[in-house]
C-alpha cells in the first residue's frame, strides 16, 4: 500500500505564528498534491509539485517536495484566522486516482 | 458553471434501507470520483470511473454500487445501509486521471445510518 503519512495530526497557533507541516511516504511520488478543505466543503486544490526538490510559493504558503520524492512540506508564515482548516496531501495511486493523507488540523486562533 | 454538485446534503437512515447519493458535473470531465471521510480522517476512495460505461473499485468499494450512463452523471448506491457507512461522502471530477491533474470537489452528502 503506498501511505501517505501527514504530522502533525492537530495544531493551534496564534495568528502571527509560523508553522510547517509534512506529508511523508515509503515509497516515490510521481506527484503530490496538497489540498485545503474547509468545515462543511470539500477540499480544494492548494497546489501540485512534481520534481524533486521543487519550492512552490502561494502568497504565505510555501510548499517543498523533498528531493527524493518520498516527501513534502507545507509552511506558512504569518498565520492567519482565515488559514483554519484541514490540509490534505495526496498523491497519485498509479490507477488514475489518488490516495490521500489523514490529514493535518490547523486552527489559528486570533 | 455549477461545477460539481450532489445531493442530498444531509441523509438518515435506517439500518438495512437503500438509497443512492446523486452526483453530477457540468465541466465535460471524463474522470469521476466517489470518496468517504470519517471524523478527523482523510478521503478514502471508494469507487471511480474513467469515462461513461466504465467504472473500478477503489480502497472500500464494499456495500457500494455505482454506474456512469452518461458524462455528467456519477451516482452512488448505498444496498442494505448499516451503521459503518456512516460517513461523509464527496465526488469529485477531473479532467485527465493523472495525480498532478485537479480534482474538484462537491459540497459532500452527510449520511447517519442508525
Known amino acids: 500500500t503506498q501511505l501517505l503519512e501527514q504530522s502533525p495530526q492537530f495544531l493551534s497557533i496564534q495568528e502571527g505564528e509560523n508553522l510547517t507541516v509534512y506529508c511523508n511516504s515509503s515509497?516515490?511520488?510521481?506527484?503530490l498534491q496538497w489540498y485545503r478543505q474547509e468545515p462543511g466543503e470539500g477540499p480544494v486544490l492548494l497546489v501540485t509539485?512534481?520534481?524533486?526538490?521543487e519550492v512552490k510559493k502561494l502568497k504565505r504558503l510555501t510548499f517543498q517536495f523533498g528531493d527524493a520524492r518520498k516527501d513534502s512540506s507545507l509552511h506558512i508564515t504569518a498565520a492567519q484566522p482565515g488559514d483554519t482548516g484541514l490540509y490534505l496531501c495526496?498523491?497519485?495511486?498509479?490507477?488514475?486516482?489518488?490516495?490521500f493523507g489523514s490529514g493535518t488540523r490547523l486552527q489559528v486562533q486570533p | 458553471n455549477a461545477g460539481v454538485t450532489q445531493t442530498p446534503k444531509f441523509r438518515i437512515l435506517k439500518i438495512g434501507q437503500s438509497m443512492t447519493l446523486q452526483c453530477t458535473q457540468d465541466?465535460?470531465?471524463?474522470?469521476m470520483y466517489w470518496y468517504r471521510q470519517d471524523p478527523g480522517m482523510g478521503l478514502k476512495l471508494i469507487y471511480y470511473?474513467?469515462?461513461?460505461?466504465?467504472?473500478d473499485k477503489g480502497e472500500v468499494p464494499n456495500g457500494y454500487n455505482v454506474s456512469r450512463s452518461t458524462t455528467e452523471d456519477f451516482p452512488l448506491r448505498l444496498e442494505l445501509a448499516a451503521p459503518s457507512q456512516t460517513s461523509v461522502y464527496f465526488c469529485?471530477?477531473?479532467?485527465?486521471?493523472?495525480?498532478?491533474?485537479?480534482?474538484?470537489f462537491g459540497p459532500g452528502t452527510r449520511l447517519t445510518v442508525t
Open positions: 495526496a498523491r497519485d495511486t498509479g490507477r488514475r486516482a489518488l490516495t
Open positions: 470511473s474513467v469515462g461513461a460505461g466504465i467504472t
Open positions: 509539485v512534481v520534481t524533486g526538490g
Open positions: 465541466m465535460n470531465h471524463n474522470y
Open positions: 469529485a471530477s477531473s479532467l485527465l486521471g493523472q495525480g498532478e491533474h485537479e480534482q474538484y
Open positions: 515509497s516515490v511520488f510521481s506527484s
